[in-house]
């Protein structure tokens, strides 16, 4: 695994950075690939598809390299304004990347979702690397037909094959894009890579307690910030959040009867928290009302996204 340890072989030669888009259907397992490559906890796996609302990037550092992963939502038919936001940013994210890694499930193969992402990948003219995942899932002779079938239809410079569940195949991975991010300055300071989106995460790891406890009643219309963040001199951590909502009778829903429904909310998402950042943390959760957020410019720039016009 890209742990951050790595960099200390960088020595003083000269060094490598860039970015890397990971492309694939919901469910392909990009948030799990992720965290492999990552080696921390920096997406949100579920069994739900889309529920990857932000632009979240983890960075690995590799030898001399520093690879920043772009993490696009699953692309999809979009419908409301926010998801076209999700799907234009997506393939934007595409554009400016170094390396557009496109992620198929093996199991699923060559369905009608990934035929229309080869065909909007061909209008790309990046470096393009294959990846066919969940390997642990489906005989060897089969994956070796779907590469060719694949690669037929838009070459890509690389084919890997992996398991981002039990991590085969990705450390190959992890060498191809260290060698293939150009020559220059890292991107972010070595000390910061692994600790850059921490609000950003600790955010999404309350907005999937909350999605999971209450996706009935709350499909897509909440969202999760991190306002304070203070260490203390106990070793102990104290953020608080907001969960905004569109209407007052959402903020019931979260808040529940007698406060029941965010305080165990807030329970599951502070021991999780707490888990990544290793260190005990002091989690306070408020909820506000925050009309027509979902059409609103300035949380999209929040959130990484463009605004769709
Ligand atoms: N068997 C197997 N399952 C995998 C593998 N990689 C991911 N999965 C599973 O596939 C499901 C989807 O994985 P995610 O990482 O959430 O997929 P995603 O592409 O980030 O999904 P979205 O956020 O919806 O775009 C999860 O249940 C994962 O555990 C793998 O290599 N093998």
């Not at 557009?100 to 003219?125: F, M, P, T, W, Y």
């Not at 999937?208 to 963040?229: A, D, G, M, Q």
């Amino acid at each position: 695994m890209a742990g951050k340890n790595s960099a200390a072989d960088a020595g003083d030669g000269p060094t490598k950075a860039g970015f890397v888009a990971l492309i694939g259907a919901p469910n392909a397992g990009k948030s799990t690939l992720l965290n492999q490559l990552v080696g921390t906890k920096v997406s949100i796996v579920t069994h739900k598809v889309q529920t990857t609302r932000a632009i979240i990037r983890g960075i690995a550092m590799h030898g001399a390299s520093q690879i920043v992963f772009v993490d696009t939502p699953g692309i999809f038919r979009p419908r409301r304004r926010l998801d076209r936001a999700m799907v234009d940013t997506a393939w934007g994210g595409a554009k400016d990347a170094d390396v557009v890694a496109l992620l198929i499930d093996a199991r699923k193969g060559l369905d009608e979702q990934n035929e229309k992402i080869l065909e909007k990948l061909a209008d790309i003219k990046l470096k393009k690397i294959l990846i066919l995942n969940k390997i642990d899932t489906v005989k060897r002779d089969s994956l070796l037909a779907l590469a060719q079938l694949i690669n037929a239809r838009t070459q890509f410079e690389r084919t890997f094959m992996v398991s981002a569940l039990n991590g085969d195949g990705v450390s190959d991975l992890v060498e191809y894009f260290a060698e293939n991010v150009p020559d220059g300055p890292w991107l972010y300071p070595e000390d910061q890579a692994s600790d850059l989106p921490l609000r950003m995460l600790a955010a999404e790891i309350t907005r999937e307690k909350l999605f999971l406890r209450l996706h009935e009643e709350l499909p897509y219309i909440s969202t999760v910030e991190t306002e304070s963040w203070q260490e203390r001199k106990d070793g102990s951590v104290r953020i608080e959040q907001t969960i905004f909502v569109e209407r007052d009778s959402q903020k019931s829903i979260v808040l529940g009867k007698r406060g029941q429904t965010i305080k165990a909310i807030s329970q599951a998402a502070r021991e999780e928290i707490s888990e990544m950042l290793e260190q005990p943390v002091h989690l306070f959760l408020f909820v506000k009302v925050r009309e027509n957020w979902a059409d609103d410019p300035e949380r999209y720039r929040e959130m990484g996204l463009e605004f769709p016009h």
